[in-house]
């Protein structure tokens, strides 16, 4: 089994020796079963040679590896700090503890010394600071960015931390982001660096080097796709691939039916009924129906025949190809699908992120003579103030409320007396 992951036959004698040389084949084996690609199998097993290195060194034998003996691994082995990395590393020592290989223990306390300050951080946030568990996860999720990136080729020292690895941070992310995910970035990082001096793990108060964004309510205008530009996005996807039809998949739901991009990770197979025509959206804590439109249908049934991972353990509909191929973790996935079309569409826009597609989907709506009321049931917006941004750029109607109050006002203005003469 290990001969579908690596060619060379040095490096598979090299996994067959030391303590987990015997355990190679069935923990390969249940790892391509869990769904993991062989070329990203191939990426991120690198840990686990590393580890039988590490018992070899160390004299250990499989069922001497302790919670706290892996601890003092993963403290060593520095590559566990990356994503792939890590899930393979759980995923091996999951298969391990089932095998009664390792003595047992629980996954989450197999943790290095970022997991043990985040998971730390949000038990203060979740405890302490009362926070929601939408914005705890965004806080936690640009902690754990800063530190994967201020740790990547050095060993983990929080008061070596500076100002200058702060800001490189911040002006290495800001073009990414909009003003308002700047504002959730800037936010985030001064809290996770006031949690850090407060159990004195950093001396310097580094969130002083971080100044809020200016941030004014109610300012911009919902600027969405003209008609044109979303046939350029949709068109710059390869329906030839794999990867194609899945993030068509997920451009045509977003712009026909303005979907959040949690509520496309949260889709499930369930969801989809085909008989009624319908789809059951989950977003926000609600649950609704909407209709689904045939070329939307068309562009699923795509996907989900030709594209999606089959067997597949996982009930989303919309899973990733990295790793084990489950279903996206954070909303930044669906944004990054929406910015690599607008780039090859060579589209320019104000704004970027899977959110536009929403404001197309309004504006549309607008334009074909839609009210408020029935865009806030489109959108299934509960309050209908929240739609009433969609105003700023409904000039039909603006121009209206221009006419009439310009014959409602005193004659004695002057801009009114010229403009009432010129006409």
Not at 17 to 35: D, I, N
Not at 36 to 61: A, C, D, I, T
């Amino acid at each position: 089994m290990i001969e579908s992951i690596y060619k060379s036959k040095r490096t598979i004698e090299y996994l067959r020796m030391g303590p987990l040389g015997e355990h190679v084949e069935k923990l390969t084996e249940s790892l391509l079963a869990k769904g993991y690609l062989p070329e990203r199998l191939r990426l991120n097993f690198g840990v686990l040679s590393g580890l039988s290195h590490w018992m070899g060194v160390q004299s250990l034998k499989m069922g001497q590896l302790t919670p706290e003996r892996i601890e003092e691994f993963l403290e060593f082995h520095k590559l566990y700090r990356k994503s792939g990395q890590r899930r393979v590393f759980i995923d091996a020592v999951d298969f391990f503890r089932a095998e009664k290989i390792i003595p047992q223990a629980r996954i989450s306390q197999v943790k290095c010394i970022e997991d043990r300050v985040l998971f730390d951080f949000e038990r203060f946030l979740r405890d302490h600071r009362g926070v929601s568990e939408g914005y705890l996860k965004k806080q936690v999720y640009y902690g754990r960015m800063f530190l994967s990136e201020a740790f990547a080729k050095k060993r983990v020292n929080f008061r070596g931390l500076s100002v200058t690895d702060v800001t490189e941070f911040i002006k290495r992310h800001i073009p990414d982001n909009g003003s308002a995910e700047t504002r959730h970035m800037v936010i985030s990082l001064r809290s996770f660096f006031k949690f850090l001096q407060a159990t004195n793990r950093v001396k310097k108060n580094l969130a002083v080097a971080i100044p809020l964004p200016a941030y004014w309510k109610e300012t911009t205008l919902p600027i969405g796709l003209k008609a044109d530009q979303v046939k350029r996005l949709l068109e710059s996807y390869d329906r030839k691939t794999a990867i194609g039809k899945r993030d068509f998949a997920i451009v045509k739901m977003l712009s026909r039916l303005g979907l959040r991009s949690c509520e496309v990770i949260n889709l499930c197979l369930k969801d989809l009924h085909w008989r009624s025509g319908e789809i059951t959206v989950r977003g926000k804590g609600r649950e609704s129906k909407l209709p689904l439109p045939k070329d939307v249908g068309a562009a699923l049934i795509d996907y989900i025949k030709n594209a999606r991972p089959q067997p597949s353990p996982h009930q989303h509909v919309f899973l990733s190809t990295f790793s084990n191929r489950g279903p996206f973790k954070r909303s930044a996935s669906i944004a990054s699908i929406v910015n690599l079309g607008i780039k090859r569409a060579k589209l320019s826009t104000a704004r970027k992120g899977a959110h536009i597609l929403r404001h197309t989907v309004a504006s549309e709506c607008l334009r074909n003579g839609a009210n408020y009321g029935e865009i806030a049931e489109l959108l299934r917006h509960e309050n209908l103030a929240t739609v009433s941004i969609y105003a700023k750029v409904d000039f039909e109607r603006l121009k209206l409320a221009h006419a009439s109050w310009l014959w409602r006002a005193k004659p004695k203005t002057k801009v009114v007396r010229q403009i009432r003469g010129a006409k």
